[in-house]
Structures are given as C-alpha cells and as structure tokens.
C-alpha cells in the first residue's frame, strides 16, 4: 500500500525555522517530481516548492530566498528546510508526489507561525 507521510510541522515564532520531511513507502516507482504545496484556512491549496529527479528546483515567488527543497533519491524522501517563517506561512503543508502516471498526497502536517 502506498504510503506519502508528512513530519516536521509545529508552532514556531516568526522570523524561525523549521523543516518538514515527506517519506514515500508502499512501492512508489520510477518518481518524478516531489512537492510541497499549502493550504491556509479559508484559501485555496497553493504551490510552494518542487524538485525533479535531477535535483532541478522550483520555488513560488512568496517563499524564494528563505525555503530550500532537497530530496534523498535512495531514500525516496522530499524536505523542505523553511526559515525566516511568517505568520502568512500558517498553513497545512501537503506533500506532493508524482510519477508518470500517478500523483499521491500524503495528510498534511500543520505549520503555524504565531508569537
């Protein structure tokens, strides 16, 4: 059974870091791209960062400069290292995985930036 679980989520004061980890299980082959994407209360899911097979990364303009992307291949698992953290960064994080032919989301882990 395939299983996307995201960690790392929490409460952290603005201007703080935190870093979120995806890990894939349950036979995902042959992955593409790996994600995040977020969502804040009342809004829309939102694209935040995506990394290729190749290490070729992507960034929404809202996040440049303060969240970084990596992924360990071997290990089949996506991070996102978040610093500098606003309180508009409140949000579930969503990990996003597709191959292709298929796209999987894990639960979500909740980030809330607040002092």
């Known amino acids: 059974q395939v299983q996307v679980v995201e960690s790392g989520g929490g409460l952290v004061q603005p201007g703080g870091s935190l870093r979120l980890s995806c890990v894939t299980s349950?036979?995902?082959?042959?992955?593409?791209?790996m994600g995040w994407y977020r969502q804040a209360p009342g809004k829309a899911r939102e694209f935040v960062a995506v990394?290729?097979?190749?290490?070729?990364?992507n960034y929404a303009d809202s996040v440049k400069g303060r969240f970084t992307i990596s992924r360990d291949n071997a290990k089949n698992t996506v991070y996102l290292q978040m610093n500098s953290l606003k309180p508009e960064a409140t949000a579930v994080y969503y990990c996003?995985?597709?191959?292709?032919?298929?796209?999987?989301w894990g639960q979500g882990t909740q980030v809330t930036v607040s002092s």
């Open positions: 996003n995985v597709a191959t292709f032919g298929n796209i999987y």
């Open positions: 990394i290729a097979s190749g290490g070729r990364t």
């Open positions: 349950g036979g995902i082959f042959m992955i593409n791209t």
